[in-house]
């Protein structure tokens, strides 16, 4: 089993940056695919990215493609999310998620999920 808690999240101006964090409990996260999802006002789940437990491999939204980059720290048990150039309709609440068998940006193939943080994005 695996506990999830992002951080990171916060107010920012349309063409800004921030960098979110994932840090995991547990002795076996590299075990793990973590995935990271967003949920905006008056929408459903997507999914954003998603990496595998060596960090070799990644999978993007093409939302998102080019200006977020999700990489991993297995020694630190924290994965990352880096997003640049930011738009107001990135604004949602982050979240992200574990599993250990599927490399898939399908919500419903993760078994654990964090509390999520929010990002504000202001035109």
């Known amino acids: 089993q695996v506990q999830l808690v992002e951080s990171g999240g916060g107010l920012v101006q349309a063409g800004g940056s921030l960098r979110l964090s994932c840090a995991a409990s547990?002795?076996?996260?590299?075990?793990?695919?973590i995935g990271w999802f967003r949920q905006g006002p008056g929408k459903e789940r997507e999914f954003v990215a998603t990496?595998?437990?060596?960090?070799?491999?990644?999978i993007y939204a093409p939302s998102v493609k080019g200006r977020f980059t999700i990489t991993r720290d297995n020694a630190k048990n924290t994965v990352y999310l880096q997003m640049n150039s930011l738009k107001p309709e990135d604004t949602a609440l982050y979240f992200c998620?574990?599993?250990?068998?599927?490399?898939?940006?399908?919500?419903?193939?993760?078994?654990?999920w964090g509390q999520g943080t929010q990002v504000t994005v202001s035109s």
């Open positions: 998620a574990a599993n250990r068998i599927y490399y898939t940006s399908a919500a419903t193939r993760y078994d654990y």
């Open positions: 547990g002795r076996t996260f590299s075990d793990y695919i």
């Open positions: 990496i595998t437990g060596a960090g070799g491999n990644t």
